[in-house]
């Protein structure tokens, strides 16, 4: 009896102590204040294939249909073979790189590649051959400035020499000329008529001869002149004769 009576006291006790310990375990482990993290989701989430579809028959459709449209490798796999390719990295490169798209663009890319190297080769090939002909384009470009230096010069001197022969020149040699003419003439027959005592026959015919001399090449002196002024004024100069007989 007494040998009982401690076995239930000792199961008593060994339960209370159970309950404490599982008291101050829940106190413990229980949040104290606001610890500002995100609260643990503990529930399955839902399917991937099932996840947000639209209740329209139609409009589902409508998106497969667009599925098919703009994605055919993608549209006829399982949700199986989706979720593989998203959690998987490998498979999804290896899917993405036997697209016939990407096949195409890569394949573009490397004839791209090629003939851009290619014309890099030719490019630096020529590189040399190049360099000459900029040197030589150089040289050429400096000799033909001096020869551009030169020809002004040239047309400077030739407008020198035709300033002498310039039609305002000529015309003012002309009328020089006719008025001088006419001043020899003037001071022939003065010396003449300023002369003392008799004079000769001799005399007379010599002055008579000198004066219709100068006067008649006074005379045809002047008619030039007034010929060349005229054909000056008219722009046809090239057509008079600058020498008549006398």
Do not use: W
Request: charged letters at 35%.
């Amino acid at each position: 009896m007494d040998s009982a009576s401690n076995g239930n006291t000792a199961r008593s006790r060994t339960g209370s102590d159970a309950l404490a310990v599982a008291r101050e375990f829940e106190q413990s482990t229980r949040p104290r204040g606001n610890t500002g993290l995100p609260k643990y989701e503990s529930r399955v989430p839902e399917p991937m294939n099932n996840y947000n579809l639209p209740k329209d028959r139609r409009l589902i459709e409508e998106k497969v249909a667009c599925l098919k449209e703009q994605f055919p490798t993608f549209a006829n796999k399982s949700a199986d073979d989706l979720e593989d390719l998203l959690r998987f990295e490998d498979l999804f490169q290896a899917h993405i790189d036997g697209l016939e798209q990407v096949q195409l663009m890569r394949t573009l890319e490397y004839e791209l590649r090629e003939e851009n190297e290619r014309l890099a080769e030719v490019n630096l090939s020529a590189e040399e051959e190049l360099r000459k002909m900029r040197d030589n384009v150089a040289e050429l470009q400096m000799f033909a400035s001096s020869l551009t230096t030169r020809l002004y010069e040239l047309v400077q001197e030739h407008l020198d020499l035709q300033k002498p022969y310039s039609p305002n020149v000529l015309l003012a040699k002309l009328k020089e000329e006719y008025m001088k003419l006419d001043e020899q003439s003037e001071e022939a027959a003065a010396k003449f008529m300023d002369k003392d005592g008799p004079v000769e026959a001799a005399d007379c015919e010599e002055f008579v001869r000198q004066y219709k001399d100068l006067r008649a090449k006074y005379h045809s002196s002047e008619a030039r002149c007034t010929l060349a002024e005229a054909a000056y004024k008219n722009g046809t100069l090239a057509g008079v004769p600058m020498s008549m007989d006398r």
